[in-house]
């Protein structure tokens, strides 16, 4: 058997506790779980001791990430940090030869990303970029229908992606952050959707988009920033249209300012029918249409986690490819793509006009 991966989880806050460490001990045996480093020395302590960080190795729990770094039983760490800081991290981690899964975005320019590519390719790391829908598997299901050529050529694609509408009741965590005038939902949900409409039917060429900001701030109703008034800096609506090297055209949205919708996250729609299936919810079925056979029909998707996002498939694809049993599917190249588009769109947002996108994946 070959020997399990050291993995240090930077960053114990909403995503880490709702999301990932929750899910972890289905890596059990492929990996073991290091230490936890967060700023607050609580909430790393409490989550180094509810997720069983073994005890005889140091740091079991920090608030330094260069203490984490420092570790030669950390082969690997798992970026859960906020979004201002993720590119900071990666590169610190990189710069100390440990392996890294990110969480999204990988930087908040292409420019900035481009770099932590590079410093992953000079020294031989997998650097695998969140999100992980490309490994989800109603994602992956799709991607098989659509490449067996049974619904014929894709023309026309939507998809979406809405965190509902502050202050998000529950909420564990201050969420400040996502309503920074450079992050947003374009930025913090967006990812979602561009990697999925692209991973499926290819880079984007083109993008128009507009935008539209629909309240100045709001107050936090629970959790640790509860009674805070939080300034809404970015836009909190977005509608993008992409022109696909593939051929199609693909509409994206992504808000913090609606409540929900019964459709689909995301819809593919073909010459001889078409597949619907949900982006963050890896348990919903897909559904496909193929007229010539009756029309839609419901299809399950293989799943392990009874709802919701299931990132932690993310964290052991990175591991596969560090142990060398994987090509990466996740990769630097896809993610900066995906940040391209969005600089593009908010200079559309920006300029009134279609901006083109250069780079590829």
């Known amino acids: 058997m070959p020997t399990p991966v050291g993995i240090g989880i930077v960053g114990a806050g909403d995503v880490a506790w709702r999301d990932y460490l929750p899910e972890i001990h289905r890596l059990d045996g492929a990996i073991t779980l290091r230490a936890v480093c ?5 909430r790393a302590r409490e989550a180094a001791e509810q997720f069983a960080v073994p005890r005889d190795l140091a740091p079991e729990w920090c608030t330094s990430v260069a203490e984490l770094l420092a570790s ?14 993720h590119a900071a991290v990666t590169s610190a981690a990189l710069e100390a ?5 990110t969480e999204k975005p990988l930087a908040p320019t292409g420019a900035e990303a481009r770099e932590l590519a590079e410093m992953a390719r000079r020294r031989g790391l997998v650097l695998a970029c969140a999100p992980s829908v490309m490994v989800f598997p109603q994602l992956l299901r799709a991607q098989e229908i659509l490449r067996s050529g049974a619904l014929g050529k894709i023309f026309t694609a939507r998809a979406r992606c809405s965190d509902g509408v502050p202050p998000w009741p529950g909420y564990s965590s201050d969420p400040t952050p996502f309503f920074a005038a450079d992050v947003g939902p374009l930025f913090d949900l ?12 290819g880079p984007a060429r083109r993008v128009a988009a507009m935008s539209m900001r629909t309240r100045s701030s709001f107050v936090v109703a629970d959790g640790p920033a509860e009674g805070k008034r939080v300034a809404v800096e970015a836009p909190d609506n977005w509608h993008l249209i992409l022109e696909l090297d593939g051929g199609a055209l693909a509409s994206i949205e992504t808000n913090y300012c609606s409540a929900g919708s019964a459709a689909p ?3 593919l729609s073909g010459e001889r029918g078409g597949v619907a299936l949900q982006l963050t919810d890896g348990s ?3 559904k496909v249409n193929r007229p010539s056979d009756g029309g839609w029909v419901t299809e399950a998707v293989p799943h392990q986690r009874t709802s919701g996002p299931d990132h932690i498939l993310g964290v052991g ?3 596969e490819c560090v142990s060398g ?21 908010r200079r559309s947002a920006a300029e009134g006009r279609s901006v083109a996108v250069a780079s590829t994946f």
Do not use: Q
Request: glycine share 6%; aromatic share 4%.
């Open 190 to 201: 967006g990812g979602y959707p561009l990697h999925a409409i692209t991973g499926l039917l």
């Open 97 to 101: 030869g440990k392996h890294v899964y």
């Open 284 to 286: 919903a079925p897909l």
């Open 325 to 345: 049993d994987l090509e990466l599917v996740l990769t630097p190249e896809h993610a900066i793509h995906v940040i391209d588009v969005i600089e593009a769109a």
């Open 72 to 85: 030669d039983d950390v082969d690997a760490i798992v970026n859960l940090t906020p979004v201002a800081v």
């Open 317 to 319: 694809h990175m591991v």
């Open 265 to 267: 996250d995301c819809e």
């Open 38 to 42: 967060a700023r607050r020395e609580r």
